[in-house]
């Protein structure tokens, strides 16, 4: 080929089969953690035995794998959820306020807000771009439906094993509580001060820390470390537009609300 001679504003394009290398980041209780990267089609159970493992101190059922092309679609559902629950409460409380007694305003407020603070505090707790993975020792996820195929920003947090139980909501005191082996959900909601008065004992739910919830409080069979007991305030009859906790759980979904996040948070 002739060897052509450039001239000033000339633009040279040189294209390449190359592509920009793919990472995940492995980071908590790992042997070593860090950014790896990974070829194309590799799985997480590969990855996994590269990074040797896990440590003897890792809490398997509470590890969060995110994915960051879930993350934007996700951010928006949530924003999407939040500022239409703010509006239907918006409504409701006008149209109750509307020839209403001095108490019920008291009390249509009283439960506006209790609302409100249920509904912020269960979507701060939101693993925005989470994925349920169940995750094994990497010879034993090898092959499973868990061992997803890796892609670009993917992330993968393996925490140590929680030593608590969450209890928030419609309780005396919404706080962690030492977890103790056999122990019923009864048990950590007597630690805490007990249900409080407008207390829904029937709505109450439990968040696992893989994300999965258990709704009712009579199907509550068991509680496990890293465990959060949601209680959500009472809905009377003529309040019962408003959002309650099943459809936040519902609508944001449960598997959002994985408990091994809330370490993270502080909490």
Do not use: C, W
């Amino acid at each position: 080929d002739a060897d052509l001679l450039l001239k000033p504003l000339d633009e040279v394009t040189v294209r390449t089969e190359l592509k920009a290398a793919r990472t995940i980041t492995l980071t908590g209780q790992i042997v070593r953690p860090g950014v790896y990267p990974v070829a194309e089609g590799e799985r997480l159970s590969s990855v996994l035995e590269r990074a040797g493992g896990y440590t003897d101190r890792a809490f398997l059922k509470g590890a969060v794998f995110t994915r960051a092309s879930l993350r934007k679609i996700e951010q928006e559902q949530l924003d999407n959820f939040l500022k239409a629950q703010e509006q239907r409460i918006l409504s409701t409380a006008s149209t109750v306020t509307i020839g209403a007694e001095k108490e019920e305003v008291a009390a249509q407020q009283q439960a506006i807000q209790a609302r409100r603070e249920m509904l912020r505090l269960l979507a701060s707790k939101v693993v925005v771009g989470r994925m349920v993975v169940h995750l094994e020792t990497p010879d034993r996820l090898k092959g499973t439906g868990d061992d997803v195929v890796l892609i670009e920003g993917d992330t993968l947090e393996v925490p140590e094993p929680p030593q608590s139980v969450l209890v928030i909501g419609s309780v005396r005191n919404s706080t962690s509580v030492q977890y103790k082996p056999g122990a019923d959900a009864e048990y950590y909601i007597n630690r805490v001060g007990g249900f409080a008065k407008e207390a829904d004992k029937k709505e109450t739910h439990i968040v696992r820390a893989d994300g999965s919830a258990i709704s009712s409080f009579t199907n509550i069979r068991t509680v496990e470390p890293g465990d959060s007991i949601i209680v959500p305030p009472k809905a009377e009859e003529k309040y019962r537009m408003l959002p309650t906790i099943r459809d936040v759980v519902q609508t944001i979904g449960s598997a959002l609300l994985g408990i091994a996040a809330l370490s993270v948070l502080g909490l």
